[in-house]
């Protein structure tokens, strides 16, 4: 590090210590000397028992691969396997029934069910967006993708397409009739509207018409005889019809209907984890300052669009008269949370009184919750005074344990409330999977969230199954028996424990932006299933996938589904090794090919560019979002076909070189970007694609950071050089 002061114990990056001090801690009531010197005494305690959970992840590992090195040669027996977790302190026992106790948990997590961004801070541009995700325009977002069909001449042209719209009016009448029933007539058939006496009355050439539900109708802006917008709701989110005569859609539509805007991303996890890449104090710097500015409400982001310079910044909220006549308001952003690193990683942003880096989630934890000061007496963002932050990674109830341990030390420091942080606990990890209540019990008066992610949690299993054999192929992982068990386990621990109107209970990311249509049909499995908010790609997936809670009253779901079982722990732990590979070469080739690319693909614009989320094409040119958890699975997924002799180093080099030259072409128009295939020894991203690979066992937990980050601090310095 360069450019550093001392504060007690602690060497901190003069730009960090400046940020903290110039800017996060401006407004504060706690002095610069206070923060340092608290920090320094609670990173010193904290840092040794960080360090202790590790270890035993690396001792629990090495239990784990000896025995399945010994067990595994004539098919593993379940019932052995999950004595011999038992004794090591892998599984823990259940210690019996009870509820968390979470207070002062917003309505967007705890009682209204919606979609989920999940959004790189270092991009300001793509944070605002999903902050003012909470409002979408149903017009846009079906005018704009495949769910309107190209059919009958309504394609997606240069100019407006009258058939395309035509389609996408009837589309949100239909939803209308279907979320906000008419007593005596179809949406179709309205021609006006007016609210007389707090009712609302809708009109049609031949009479006049209301809601079958009149609770259904909140309110309206402008003239109550000739109202500029009605707000209706259905399960908890808001509809607003705008209307306007002069509108570009609304002069020629029989009620003026401009728009249909629907409540879409209640909440959005803006993240410090997977999706970005930061790797030293330069890179946290921008990650916190646009943190505390989102708290501050002074977030701004400047872009090009049509050749004009365009300025984005936080929605204000919506106003409007109530049904009752008072004045109301309703919140114009996403409630957001911030997502923090998980315990393993260090970062040389602060070094320790031992010279040591301090641990990344420690700082994080430090810093993302002073930045968030700011909110605690605005309230912009909790009106509860909570700050909300998602922990992931976490290994079993002893990592949770510790998290919390961490949040009290901050509390302490900042002069908050007892358990003002709440808790995200991210199901991703196997041994948070099968100890998921005992999870919860340890943050059971923060935790306000849990979810599931299949590409995380499929690395985790491929790491710790490594030795059990050779891996199904990738494509086949989600009709393996621990799959659908582990997302079932998820929400039946999490009703267990009195979730249901109180906590979030999650499901993970459709990963296909272009393919919406795919995502209407599939994506309703999540509410089905429980789940309260899933994770979406975009702020128009976000208004599509509202659609989906429309249909679904998962309150109604969750009564349904508490107290059923409907999965084993047996079922979680069985290991999706495939019982007699007989793969063609062709067969195997593919694989390799898919996964290459994959890797590739995202590690060059990590290393090179320092993207750490992005639209990634596959090998069939889809475009998927990606981030570390996808590079996880597939570098794990190589690793392991590796070590049982599925292939050889010589066909997997081979391979990943052919798929660079893939990658260089799907990135042919990127001034920005830096070919692989015309470099191999001298490409930094090449080489770090390659160890994820052939360095994948030895990686702890299969995770990608250790190599990433080293290869992008080389990056760096290659550049600085320069």
């Given at each position: 590090m360069t450019n550093v002061t001392t504060h007690g114990g602690l060497t901190v990056a003069q730009d960090?210590?400046?940020?903290?001090?110039?800017?996060?801690?401006?407004?504060?009531?706690?002095?610069?000397?206070?923060?340092?010197?608290?920090?320094?005494?609670?990173?010193?305690?904290?840092?040794?028992?960080?360090?202790?959970?590790?270890?035993?992840?690396?001792?629990?590992?090495?239990?784990?691969?000896?025995?399945?090195q010994s067990n595994s040669a004539s098919g593993i027996d379940a019932d052995a396997y999950e004595?011999?977790?038992?004794?090591?302190?892998?599984?823990?026992?259940?210690?019996?029934?009870?509820?968390?106790?979470?207070?002062?948990?917003?309505?967007?997590?705890?009682?209204?069910?919606?979609?989920?961004?999940?959004?790189?801070?270092?991009?300001?541009r793509y944070a605002l967006n999903a902050a003012n995700a909470r409002w979408g325009s149903l017009y846009d977002a079906l005018y704009g993708t495949d769910v309107i069909s190209d059919e009958g001449g309504a394609g997606r042209t240069s100019s407006y397409n009258s058939v395309r719209g035509a389609k996408v009016i009837a589309f949100a009448r239909n939803l209308l009739d279907q979320s906000m029933p008419l007593a005596a007539a179809s949406w179709t058939e309205v021609c006006g509207f007016a609210v007389t006496d707090g009712v609302l009355e809708i009109k049609t050439s031949s009479t006049v018409t209301s809601l079958i539900d009149s609770s259904q109708f909140v309110g309206h802006?402008?003239?109550?005889?000739?109202?500029?917008?009605?707000?209706?709701?259905?399960?908890?989110?808001?509809v607003e019809i705008i209307i306007d005569e002069n509108g570009t859609i609304g002069r020629g539509d029989t009620a003026h209907i401009n728009d249909v805007i629907l409540e879409s991303a209640l909440t959005s996890i803006i993240d410090l984890e997977d999706s970005i890449a930061a790797v030293d104090a330069e890179d946290?710097?921008?990650?916190?300052?646009?943190?505390h500015q989102i708290m501050c409400g002074t977030l701004t982001a400047e872009f090009n669009k049509n050749g004009k310079t365009m300025t984005r910044v936080l929605n204000a909220d919506k106003h409007y008269v109530s049904a009752d006549g008072s004045k109301s308001i309703l919140r114009g952003r996403a409630l957001m949370l911030v997502r923090n690193v998980g315990h393993l990683m260090t970062n040389p942003a602060v070094l320790l009184s031992d010279g040591s880096e301090i641990p990344e989630g420690i700082l994080d934890a430090f810093i993302s919750v002073a930045a968030a000061l700011p909110d605690m007496s605005s309230k912009m963002n909790s009106p509860a005074g909570s700050i909300y932050v998602v922990k992931p990674k976490m290994h079993g109830p002893e990592e949770v344990a510790f998290t919390v341990e961490i949040f009290d030390m901050v509390e302490q420091l900042l002069n908050l409330p007892a358990n003002t942080i709440k808790i995200g606990i991210m199901d991703e990890e196997r041994r948070t999977t099968v100890n998921l209540k005992e999870c919860i019990r340890a943050a059971k008066s923060r935790v306000a969230f849990i979810n599931t992610g299949f590409l995380d949690r499929t690395g985790d299993e491929i790491h710790t199954s490594m030795y059990a054999g050779a891996m199904i192929r990738k494509g086949d992982m989600k009709a393996a028996t621990w799959i659908?068990?582990?997302?079932?386990?998820?929400?039946?621990?999490?009703?267990?424990?009195?979730?249901?109107?109180?906590?979030?209970?999650?499901?993970?990311?459709?990963?296909?932006?272009?393919?919406?249509?795919?995502?209407?049909?599939?994506?309703?499995?999540?509410?089905?299933?429980?789940?309260?908010?899933?994770?979406?790609?975009?702020?128009?997936?976000?208004?599509?996938?509202?659609?989906?809670?429309?249909?679904?009253?998962?309150?109604?779901?969750?009564?349904?589904?508490?107290?059923?079982?409907?999965?084993?722990?047996?079922?979680?732990?069985?290991?999706?090794?495939?019982?007699?590979?007989?793969?063609?070469?062709?067969?195997?080739?593919?694989?390799?090919?898919?996964?290459?690319?994959?890797?590739?693909?995202?590690?060059?614009?990590?290393?090179?560019q320092g993207i750490g989320c992005s639209k990634?094409?596959?090998?069939?040119?889809?475009?998927?979002?990606?981030?570390?958890?996808?590079?996880?699975?597939?570098?794990?997924h190589i690793a392991n076909w590796l070590h049982h002799n599925i292939c050889d180093a010589d066909i997997v080099m081979e391979v990943m070189m052919e798929m660079a030259a893939v990658v260089d072409k799907q990135n042919a128009d990127d001034p920005a970007y830096t070919p692989m295939a015309n470099n191999f020894e001298g490409s930094v991203a090449f080489q770090a694609a390659c160890d994820l690979v052939f360095k994948g066992i030895e990686q702890p937990s299969g995770y990608t950071e250790p190599i990433l980050h080293a290869r992008r601090l080389e990056k760096k310095m290659k550049e600085r050089a320069a």
């Open positions: 960090l210590y400046d940020l903290v001090n110039d800017e996060i801690l401006a407004n504060s009531a706690i002095s610069a000397d206070q923060f340092w010197s608290g920090f320094d005494r609670a990173v010193h305690k904290l840092a040794p028992k960080n360090l202790d959970l590790l270890q035993n992840r690396t001792k629990l590992q090495k239990q784990i691969d000896e025995w399945l004595a011999f977790l038992s004794d090591i302190g892998y599984l823990h026992d259940d210690a019996g029934d009870f509820n968390i106790e979470t207070s002062n948990v917003d309505p967007e997590i705890a009682t209204i069910a919606g979609p989920q961004l999940v959004v790189p801070i270092t991009n300001a802006t402008g003239p109550t005889d000739v109202p500029h917008s009605i707000i209706m709701k259905k399960n908890g989110l808001h946290k710097v921008l990650a916190y300052r646009n943190w659908s068990a582990y997302e079932d386990w998820n929400v039946d621990v999490g009703l267990a424990c009195g979730f249901s109107g109180k906590a979030q209970i999650g499901k993970g990311m459709w990963a296909m932006p272009d393919m919406m249509s795919d995502m209407m049909a599939q994506k309703i499995a999540h509410p089905k299933a429980g789940a309260n908010c899933a994770w979406v790609p975009s702020p128009t997936a976000a208004t599509l996938h509202a659609l989906h809670y429309h249909k679904i009253d998962v309150t109604k779901q969750q009564a349904e589904l508490t107290g059923k079982a409907r999965a084993s722990r047996s079922d979680i732990l069985a290991i999706p090794v495939a019982s007699r590979p007989n793969w063609s070469t062709q067969d195997i080739r593919s694989e390799l090919r898919n996964n290459a690319q994959g890797i590739l693909g995202y590690v060059v614009r990590w290393i090179d990634v094409p596959d090998i069939h040119d889809v475009g998927l979002m990606e981030d570390r958890a996808t590079l996880r699975i597939s570098s794990q």
